[in-house]
């Protein structure tokens, strides 16, 4: 219940940074333009947030994670989260180790096409089904007025393998309509965009 809820004070010289609870923990909100943000401090949880646009993210990233105590018994948590931005920083080399196995942190990875809103505003799915009722992955059908070509063999590969993913991510709804609208939001993504930058800001695969 909201009555429930501790009660939350701003502090004075940090204000807007800084929200104290009655229970005696607190929120700090910090830039990574701050000299020695991490440092001198003991973080019981952190979420760092898109760390390739950080300027000497491995320096940051150290004192950040000597901050958080590592105690038996003590829960903590460091949450890492961003997007790709090419190969060779910091961020790069991390997922790498995670993805591997040879770090102490746990990869997650989640494609584009899990977010709803990517291919909503698209034909809907009943007016594709209603042309293309036996459309699926790799039939090769004309999508008529919708994407005036037919799929190409990488969209076609691609709609196989969101229809065979969805599942293990938690999604069972998705039908072939609805990846037909996804397919049609990369397409026009990539041409406004181009391929390259497309597969940066929304990468299918890690």
């Not at 393998?161 to 969805?166: G, M, N, Q, S």
């Amino acid at each position: 219940p909201e009555n429930n809820l501790p009660r939350a004070t701003i502090t004075g010289e940090q204000k807007g940074r800084l929200l104290e609870f009655d229970t005696e923990s607190s929120i700090l909100v910090e830039s990574v333009k701050k000299q020695g943000v991490g440092r001198s401090e003991t973080l019981h949880h952190v979420h760092a947030t898109e760390i390739p646009s950080w300027e000497g993210a491995e320096e940051i990233m150290d004192g950040i994670e000597e901050s958080v105590p590592e105690l038996y018994g003590f829960e903590s948590s460091i949450i890492l989260e961003s997007t790709s931005e090419g190969v060779g920083d910091w961020w790069y080399w991390t997922v790498q180790a995670a993805k591997r196995g040879d770090s102490q942190y746990e990869l997650i990875f989640l494609p584009w096409w899990m977010e709803p809103a990517y291919g909503a505003l698209e034909p809907r799915p009943e007016v594709l089904k209603a042309k293309y009722r036996n459309w699926k992955p790799g039939c090769g059908t004309y999508l008529g007025d919708a994407l005036k070509e037919p799929l190409t063999p990488g969209e076609e590969a691609l709609g196989k393998r969101i229809l065979k993913e969805a599942p293990s991510f938690g999604i069972n709804y998705l039908t072939p309509e609805m990846v037909i609208q996804k397919l049609l939001w990369r397409r026009r993504k990539e041409q406004s965009r181009g391929s390259t930058k497309f597969k940066q800001e929304y990468p299918a695969t890690v």
